[in-house]
């Protein structure tokens, strides 16, 4: 007995359905690979970016310095306002055996301009605890930061790591988020040098 048309039609529809049932696995499984693929090439990135952020960190630490013997030198002879008072309160701290064996372990060049007056500016260059003060902001310094004195002092108190976060809602701390929103703060280098960055700041904080 000849398959009545209502049977053809269910006949051809299956065949339909099931084509494009192999048609929507199939492109489900390339999706599938496509996107195992973007992860895999995503993993690969950011272990490149990864290695490459290690690789930055160790170069900008540079070469391990030779423990110095606590002097600090000006480079200049007229030394200006800054420089003197950076100077001598280097020399206080490198009075402290702690802060020279802290010192001991700087590899770095720091600038400090006040924004307020872009004269009052200094360096100080560490090469352990040997260290060079200079009047201005010297050519190609590691690390810059342009801020209000007053400022800079406060942020020798933030701490680190966890304690910064505590130390953000304090007083000091909000003057300091302030100034960063409205660009009174402004730090270069501070990123590609961070391990020299958080020993310059520890220098900095008050023992005690």
Known sequence: MPASPRGKEDSVSKRKRRKLEALEAKREKKAAKRARARRRMRRLFLLALAGGAAAAVKKAQGPKPTP???NVTMRDAEPGPLAYMMGEMVKGFLAEPAKKALADR???SVAIQDLDNPDMA???IFRGSDVEVANGVIEGVDIY???ELA???ALSGAGKGKQILQWLKTE???KVLNAVKSGRFKVKGALKNAPQMALFQKFLTPTG
């Open 68 to 70: 110095g013997s606590g």
């Open 106 to 108: 700087m590899n770095v």
């Open 122 to 124: 200094a360096t100080m």
């Open 145 to 147: 930061i342009g801020t």
């Open 151 to 153: 400022l800079l002092l």
């Open 172 to 174: 000091d701390g909000k």
